[in-house]
């Protein structure tokens, strides 16, 4: 744990299992050179990687290396007017990778995502922000830029479960950032993001724990058949409602995990008490 807002997992490294036979060995020799390449060339790329086509043709061809395929949504953005705020569940770097490859929108992640290989100068060349969360003093200033983000018309991506977990099922939504949506009066896209192989659901892209990125490669390197599926569900709104953040929050998370309908969701929250939060993390 690096601060009163940080949040650990329960997923371990052991979590992340192949759900088909691995690739041969030159397979997975193969990917990794076609991996390093477009890592580079990517990084070239320098500040332009921010030029959403680019980055988004970038994402993309990271995925392809991988032999990862890509299916789901073709958009994020939920329409004119204010951005769109994305939250989806956490479970891999690729996780970023996937977003991206849909639609270049702009990241808020965790400040140890900026130091992970690869990913890590991806992101910051995309304009990706980062949230310190030892500072959790901080966190109403980032609200308000997420806000002003928002309400200049772009579309920012978020993680509220905070860490990875292998699952979409595991990991408590945080509530600050849909405080943000609030205050720009900004639609809420709630998305899911699983990974199948050979149509089984498998946990090999997991990212977890104690896992190091190369670890992590490694394995992805060896899946076979593996697929990511980005679902975007629709939009949430709470304006003209008296919806607050924690029952945005867990609308979002029914939608993302395929709960029960909104009506059914907000009742729940409502008869729900707080999660006790650290008092300088509260906005």
């Not at 939920?78 to 970023?96: F, K, R």
Request: aromatic share 4%.
């Amino acid at each position: 744990m690096n601060g009163p807002w940080d949040v650990s997992s329960d997923c371990t490294p052991d979590c992340a299992v192949h759900a088909a036979p691995r690739v041969p060995a030159p397979v997975r020799a193969r990917r990794g050179a076609v991996f390093a390449h477009t890592v580079r060339r990517a990084l070239t790329d320098g500040q332009r990687l921010a030029d959403p086509v680019r980055l988004r043709g970038h994402a993309a061809a990271l995925l392809d290396a991988l032999g990862i395929r890509l299916e789901g949504a073709t958009g994020l953005s939920a329409g004119d007017g204010p951005g769109t705020l994305v939250v989806a569940n956490h479970i891999s770097w690729l996780d970023i990778l996937a977003l991206l490859a849909v639609e270049p929108v702009t990241l808020l992640a965790k400040r140890e995502v900026g130091a992970w290989p690869v990913v890590g100068g991806l992101a910051r060349r995309a304009g990706t922000h980062f949230i310190d969360r030892t500072h959790p003093r901080r966190l109403p200033d980032t609200v308000r830029q997420v806000a002003e983000l928002l309400g200049s018309g772009r579309s920012v991506a978020v993680f509220p479960q905070a860490t990875t977990w292998c699952t979409a099922e595991l990991g408590a939504f945080r509530r600050a950032t849909f405080q943000a949506a609030l205050d720009a009066g900004a639609p809420v896209r709630p998305v899911t993001l699983d990974y199948t192989q050979q149509g089984r659901s498998s946990t090999v892209a997991a990212f977890c724990g104690e896992d190091t990125f190369a670890g992590s490669l490694r394995r992805v390197l060896a899946a076979r058949e593996l697929t990511v599926r980005v679902s975007a569900h629709p939009a949430l709104s709470a304006v003209g409602t008296d919806l607050d953040r924690r029952e945005l929050a867990a609308l979002a998370a029914r939608a993302v995990r395929g709960g029960p309908p909104a009506v059914a969701a907000v009742a729940a929250a409502r008869r729900a008490p707080a999660p006790a939060v650290p008092a300088p993390a509260r906005v």
